[in-house]
């Protein structure tokens, strides 16, 4: 027998269901599973991914397809009485994507496919209405040229604005029939003038080249971008659905939209959408025109309306999740049109998360998987401030929330270039898939067109990115590149914030506040407390950032760097005075200065972060980064302690290293001037001292940073040891504390059992390690390194998401030799991917005991933790319910 490669849907004849979106994508799995439980769908059939794999890797499709669905379109004719290609009733289809994991708007759709000439006119017989026909034509023809043939459908939307102007209308429904078969003849001109080629009269020849566009749209720019992005593997392909077609514009007892079961911007629990009246779908999404709430259907289309709100109740109580709907109503009848789980935002997922535990839809331990660890980024950024005053050019819709400022630009190549060093906020009067590379680097997006359920709004919902949609009172001038909106007029370049929140638009840049958790966020991560097993400590430098640490549920500092403590005030003379010091009792004297610093800083954290360990890393970066550059700084510091400028410019110049980030720093330093080191342990310790006599709890771990050898860790652990033996003879008080060592070079990861002996803990400085393990150079790999991922030479950039391959294996290679000497030899992640979600499951996997990461990611890695643990238990006792398998595979 044959493979497989088509499935049937509707009709009562219904071959697949939702546990197969790996082989017919979201779309088809979901048409399928709403057709068996009795949802009304138009019927059809899927093709499967596999042969999406099979055509885009060898260029062909497999044998046995074209029979098979030769013979699915005969069970549509027959289901339909409808005939494709021909006869009194038309079969007219759509050809729809469907990969298994959404991506909304990244790839290709074509709808009223079968349409020519002859079959128009036998459409607009058998309906009655001519200007129906005609206006489904015509865009059959801009849809399938835009998507098939490479003629842009901006050149279509040209000519139907000229056919408006000379008819003097403003809306594509004033048109008549005749207008419309005119502007099909027109776009056909174009078709044949841009293209070179006829547009296709065989319905057969058009259904081909439809899948194979489809399929094709798979490997666009705009697909792979959004994969990279959401962490979708290439590999797997789309699927294609052929639906018949249902009409929503086929008059006022006709339409189209799309439905949320739940507001996907907040998680309210209730309907929440847009229709449009005599519309087809790609009117809602696209912006082209303005929408009407879901909730004015029931006053339009009263018994549709409730038909819809009994089938979303019946889909979310079937997926016990919230639900993404696509429906038309064709002459006073409903049809879904998709089905899948809602995109929402961070704030949406955790209300409606908790709220389903509530409910008793889904357990706790479902509610934990049920929201992605990147969504609650969108949670804890901060806000516009209440009390700034704000001069609001426009009050639009809030299509995504949270603040956003930046400056002008309004096209998304321009984004692309500048979004990467400075913060832009993309201006469009409605965006589309080509606009996703500007997106996706701008800090905001603003619309002059659409609705909440738009592209732009998705799109920027799904990214957690701020926008705001359809501000209809801005006036957008491309060719001056300005828009006016309130009497002022904005130009490329100027500042603008976004209110995402409640959809203003505000000239300028404006302040934020920090947001407050909600008691839904506390709920949902008390339970993902409950299932973690790693640890998660912040990185945090001064008292202030501990205590924004401590409220986002931190567990201890896993890195406090002593030398951003240096750039304070006054104190980088007293640095650069210790640098420049002729003789050991010069640097004493300015060693004397620091250590009052020193020691009150440390004070502050402790006090914050009373109870939980405090690690703190000694002395690290070069010293050429302490001194000063140019020659007025150099006068000014001469000036300041005394001496002569030309000498103190030789002084500087001794210090200049020509590759400083792999030379005199981190524990050479101290090897060098032990003395640093000393007076850095003393300021610990009698900080640590001085609390504790406050009732403070401390626990002080002090790091020795780019040890390659034992023996550096060996000699400077003893300078540590002496110090505290010291401190704690003189106060007549001790304080119980750990010495370990940051793993940041290859040699240290690869004889980490020698140099375990003298640690008590190891943290990976992952950062350093991706930097020795490449060769590269953070600060500079950023000019090629997008092109190593875009073009796969790289799946990440290995400094935001870990390099599991190659730094990976040394991660778990230090581990594994280090507790091969110290049985509970600590071990910790002080780099930034600790809040990487991904790069967390690894270092669960590994066995650390903590991740370390900034503040505001500390829930995100909280949340990525329990996720790791839960795909461990999964994987030894199996997923409870369909649901958490789902979830767990999502993740």
């Known amino acids: 027998m044959a493979d497989r490669y088509v499935y049937f849907f509707g009709a009562g004849e219904t071959e697949g269901s939702r546990d197969m979106k790996d082989l017919l994508g979201g779309k088809g799995a979901g048409l399928a599973e709403m057709a068996r439980i009795g949802v009304p769908v138009p019927p059809g059939f899927t093709i499967t991914t596999e042969v999406c794999r099979l055509y885009l890797h060898g260029g062909r499709y497999p044998d046995g397809l074209r029979e098979q669905v030769d013979a699915a379109l005969a069970r549509l004719e027959r289901a339909t009485d409808k005939r494709f290609g021909g006869g009194e009733a038309p079969l007219l289809v759509s050809v729809r994507s469907g990969a298994a994991f959404s991506m909304p708007g990244m790839m290709d759709t074509i709808l009223n496919l079968g349409l020519n000439d002859r079959t128009a006119e036998a459409l607009a017989a058998a309906s009655g209405d001519a200007r ?130 739940r507001d996907p911007s907040t998680g309210e629990p209730r309907l929440y959408g847009e229709f449009l009246v005599n519309a087809q779908g790609e009117d809602v999404v696209a912006g082209i025109r303005d929408p009407l709430h879901i909730d004015g259907m029931e006053q339009a289309l009263p018994a549709s309306f409730h038909e819809l709100v009994a089938a979303a109740r019946l889909l979310e109580d079937h997926y016990r999740d919230a639900q993404d709907l696509e429906f038309t109503v064709e002459k006073g009848r409903l049809y879904l049109l998709q089905t899948r789980n809602a995109k ?345 001292v001085n609390v504790q006599a406050e009732g403070i709890t401390v626990f002080p771990e002090i790091m020795i940073p780019l040890v390659a050898t034992a023996e550096e860790l060996a000699r400077q652990r003893k300078v540590v040891d002496d110090v505290a033996h010291e401190v704690f003879f003189q106060c007549d008080a001790k304080v119980d504390y750990l010495v370990g060592t940051m793993i940041e070079l290859p040699r240290a990861a690869l004889t980490a059992d020698r140099i375990a002996e003298h640690a008590q803990f190891f943290s990976f400085g992952t950062n350093d390690l991706t930097q020795t393990t490449f060769g590269l150079s953070r600060d500079d790999a950023g000019r090629f390194l997008p092109e190593y991922v875009g073009s796969g030479i790289l799946p990440d950039d290995p400094f935001q998401t870990l390099d599991i391959d190659g730094v990976g294996r040394l991660v778990e290679t230090a581990s594994r030799l280090g507790r091969g000497v110290v049985a509970d030899l600590k071990l910790g992640v002080c780099g930034e991917h600790g809040g990487d979600p991904r790069s967390v499951t690894f270092f669960h996997q590994v066995g650390l005991d903590y991740v370390s990461c900034s503040p505001y990611r500390v829930p995100v890695a909280r949340l990525a933790a329990a996720h790791a643990a839960l795909a461990d238990r999964k994987r030894t006792t199996g997923p409870a319910t369909p649901l958490e398998a789902e979830a767990l595979a999502a993740d």
């Open 132 to 261: 129906f026909a005609f206006d489904s034509y015509r865009r059959f023809v801009q849809m399938y040229a835009d998507v098939v043939m490479g003629v842009h459908a901006d050149q279509f939307e040209r000519l139907l604005e000229d056919a408006k102007h000379r008819r003097g209308v403003t809306l594509d429904t004033e048109l008549s029939a005749d207008d419309l078969r005119a502007l099909v003849a027109e776009f056909k001109a174009l078709v044949r003038t841009r293209s070179g080629k006829d547009f296709p009269e065989d319905p057969q020849d058009q259904l081909w080249g439809a899948i194979a566009a489809v399929f094709g749209s798979w490997d666009t720019p705009r697909a792979k971008a959004y994969r990279r992005i959401n962490n979708i593997s290439d590999s797997l392909g789309t699927a294609v659905s052929v639906c018949s077609m249902v009409f929503g514009n086929m008059g006022d007892d006709s339409g189209t939209g799309v439905a949320f079961t």
């Open 344 to 688: 929402r935002t961070g704030r949406a997922a955790v209300r409606m998360a908790v709220e389903m535990v509530d409910e008793g839809r889904i357990t706790p331990e479902e509610a934990v998987l049920r929201v992605a660890p990147e969504q609650l980024d969108q949670l804890l950024h901060p806000m516009i401030d209440p009390s700034a005053p704000v001069r609001v050019l426009s009050t639009a819709l809030p299509a995504s929330p949270g603040a956003a400022s930046g400056r002008v630009v309004f096209n998304p190549d321009e984004a692309a270039e500048r979004g990467p060093h400075e913060p832009v906020i993309l201006v469009r009067r409605e965006t589309s898939p080509e606009d996703f590379h500007g997106m996706v680097v701008s800090q905001g997006i603003l619309t002059c067109r659409g609705g909440m359920t738009s592209h732009a709004a998705v799109v920027a919902r799904g990214m957690g990115k701020c926008c705001v949609a359809g501000a209809g009172d801005i006036v957008m001038d491309e060719a001056r590149r300005t828009f006016s909106a309130a009497g002022e007029t904005v130009r490329e370049g100027d500042w603008i914030t976004l209110d995402g929140s409640t959809g203003r638009v505000i000239l300028g840049k404006v302040p934020t506040v920090e947001p407050e958790p909600t008691p839904d966020f506390e709920r949902l991560m008390a339970w993902a407390d409950g299932f973690r097993r790693l640890r998660v400590r912040t990185n945090a430098d001064t008292p202030h950032d501990s205590v924004v640490a401590r409220r986002f549920g931190a567990e201890g500092i896993g890195l406090c760097r002593t030398e951003h403590m240096f750039f304070e005030g006054d104190r980088i003379d007293a640095v650069r005075e210790m640098i420049l010091a002729d003789s050991g009792a010069q640097r004493a004297i300015a060693l004397a200065k620091l250590l009052p610093m020193q020691r009150a800083d440390f004070e502050g954290i402790f006090r914050a972060m009373d109870g939980l360990p405090v690690t703190i890393r000694l002395l690290d970066p070069p010293l050429h980064e302490f001194l000063p550059h140019g020659p007025a700084e150099i006068r000014d510091l001469a000036r300041k302690l005394g001496q002569d400028p030309i000498r103190l410019r030789e002084q500087v110049e001794r210090h200049h290293e020509a590759n400083p980030m792999l030379g005199h720093r981190g524990c050479r330093l101290g090897i060098s001037f032990p003395d640093i080191t000393w007076m850095q342990a003393q300021a610990i310790f009698e900080a640590a």
